[in-house]
Nanobody, 124 residues
C-alpha cells in the first residue's frame, strides 16, 4: 500500500505564493501518476494538476494554468505543487492522490490512494 502525506498549506494573502508537498511511502513504485485535487466548502473535490512519474508529463485544470506548477522528485518520492498568484477562490483543502495507471486522469475515480489533505486559505 502507498501512504500519502501532504504538507505546506496555510494562510496567504491574494497574490501570494505557497508550495505544497506530498510525500509518498510504501509501495511507491506502483504510483505511476500522482495528482493534486482540491475541495472548497460545499463543493465537490476538483482536479488541480497531475504528473506522470515516468517522463514527467503533466496536466492542469484551466483555472490554475500559468499560476500553478506540479513537479516530482522520484528519488525522494515527493510531488510538489507550486502555487503563485493565489486568489481567494483557490481557498480549499488540497489533497494528494496516486494511481498505478499511466493515464493522467482528472476525475477522483481515476485515483485510488489519497492523503488526508492540507488547508489553503487565501485572504482578499
Amino acid at each position: 500500500q502507498v501512504r500519502l502525506v501532504e504538507s505546506g498549506g496555510g494562510l496567504v494573502q491574494a497574490g501570494g505564493s505557497l508550495r505544497l508537498s506530498c510525500a509518498a511511502s510504501g509501495r511507491t513504485f506502483s504510483s505511476y501518476t500522482m495528482a493534486w485535487f482540491r475541495q472548497a466548502p460545499g463543493k465537490e473535490r476538483a482536479f488541480v494538476a497531475a504528473i506522470r512519474r515516468s517522463g514527467g508529463r503533466t496536466g492542469y485544470a484551466d483555472s490554475v494554468k500559468g499560476r500553478f506548477t506540479i513537479s516530482g522528485d522520484n528519488a525522494k518520492n515527493t510531488v510538489n505543487l507550486q502555487m503563485n498568484s493565489l486568489k481567494p477562490e483557490d481557498t480549499a483543502v488540497y489533497y494528494c492522490a496516486a494511481t498505478n495507471s499511466y493515464f493522467i486522469g482528472t476525475s477522483t475515480t481515476d485515483y485510488d490512494t489519497w492523503g488526508q489533505g492540507t488547508q489553503v486559505t487565501v485572504s482578499s
